[in-house]
């Protein structure tokens, strides 16, 4: 079965920083790349960054890039989300997908195959 679980959320200032954790368990993903989302109240789920396992190519939507960094270690199955620079606008549910398609990084949610639960990012002004 697998398993992805989110950590590292909470409350920061404007400016501020945190680094996310997604831990897998249950398969290897080490051919298969790996991505955070995140959705604000009434807003639809949204690619926030991706990366592959095997290389480490990363992709990052235009609104984050500069001051999101996606990382993994394969060793460990996990993979972060460094965010730095935190804006109100970044408030937000964030969650880590996992994708079967091998050689393909989708930027949609519908093309992850399993999800985590999430973890809340709050952003004062």
């Known amino acids: 079965q697998v398993q992805l679980v989110e950590a590292g959320g909470g409350l920061v200032q404007a400016g501020g920083s945190l680094r996310l954790s997604c831990a897998a368990s249950?398969?290897?993903?080490?051919?298969?790349?790996m991505g955070w989302f995140r959705q604000a109240p009434g807003k639809q789920r949204e690619f926030v960054a991706a990366?592959?396992?095997?290389?480490?190519?990363?992709y990052y939507a235009d609104s984050v890039k500069g001051r999101f960094t996606i990382s993994r270690d394969n060793a460990k199955n996990m993979v972060y989300l460094q965010i730095d620079s935190l804006k109100p606008e970044d408030t937000a549910v964030y969650y880590c997908?996992?994708?079967?398609?091998?050689?393909?990084?989708?930027?949609?949610?519908?093309?992850?195959?399993?999800w985590g639960q999430g973890t809340q990012v709050t952003v004062s002004s």
């Open positions: 997908g996992a994708s079967l398609r091998v050689n393909y990084v989708g930027r949609r949610w519908d093309e992850y195959d399993y």
């Open positions: 249950g398969r290897t993903f080490s051919s298969y790349p």
């Open positions: 990366i592959r396992w095997i290389g480490g190519s990363t």
